[in-house]
């Protein structure tokens, strides 16, 4: 059995919790997870600090526990595109996994973030032991490569409020409600969409004079007519 963490044992708590809650651990038995406990290492960062840069050595996989990640990428002219978000359960430096490279992206916490941070060397011997890991890891990454593919598609070819669009009835979808927080800032979601702010403004103003959305207070949106938006 996992050990109770002390009350007053904050890195404790805050492991236990890291490796309890995420997927690629919380199949495991709990004295498999007692040992993952011991190699991780528990980081905090306020928003807006850098958890790696590009051009940093990669050499460990980090894994959000609380908190909110964004991953973007910096182009020749200096122009960000944003890669994904993570959230708590999420993790990214995977390519740790094989060989120890640079990061080529940027990785910051958007608000104040804990993280579990696990060494090259230790999760290696880790994956080793517990060979589910490195499954639910490959899945991972079959998921990322199936959105990044269909996200560079849409880019290829859809229009900008066709991008819009589809990503507002996605969210929908994935919050099971009609009514939600738009999940990034509108300039992140023109990084994402391949679009301007400015055109991400105007869509959705768009939107709501056809009524199918409503813009609520703050990154609120309502979907009034979800099969309308799926035409546009």
């Known amino acids: 059995m996992v050990e109770h963490c002390p009350h007053h044992d904050v890195s404790c708590v805050h492991k236990h919790s890291c490796v309890s809650l995420v997927p690629i651990f919380n199949h495991l038995e709990e004295d498999q997870m007692e040992e ?4 991780v290492k528990p980081l905090s960062f306020n928003k807006g600090e850098l958890i790696y840069k590009a051009g940093d050595k990669s050499d460990s996989l980090y894994i959000v526990n609380r908190g909110r990640v964004r991953i973007y990428r910096l182009s020749e002219s200096g122009k960000e595109q944003l890669v994904r978000f993570l959230n708590p359960g999420d993790f990214t430096g995977e390519l740790a996994l094989f060989n120890t490279g640079l990061h080529e992206s940027f990785a910051e916490a958007v608000m104040d973030t804990e993280i579990c941070m696990i060494k090259q060397s230790d999760l290696q011997e880790l994956l080793m032991k517990f060979p589910t890991i490195s499954l639910k890891i490959l899945e991972e990454f079959s998921n990322r490569l199936e959105q990044s593919e269909k996200q560079t598609a849409r880019i290829a070819t859809e229009k900008a409020e066709t991008r819009l669009a589809l990503f507002l009835a996605e969210w929908a979808d994935q919050q099971q409600s009609n009514e939600f927080e738009l999940p990034m800032t509108k ?15 105007r869509k959705l103003t768009d939107f709501e004079k056809m009524k199918l959305i409503e813009q609520k207070d703050h990154k609120r949106i309502k979907i009034l007519d979800l099969d309308g938006l799926l035409l546009i």
């Open 187 to 201: 300039k992140d979601l023109a990084s994402y969409l391949g679009i301007t702010p400015e055109t991400v403004s």
């Open 36 to 39: 993952i406990m011991r190699a």
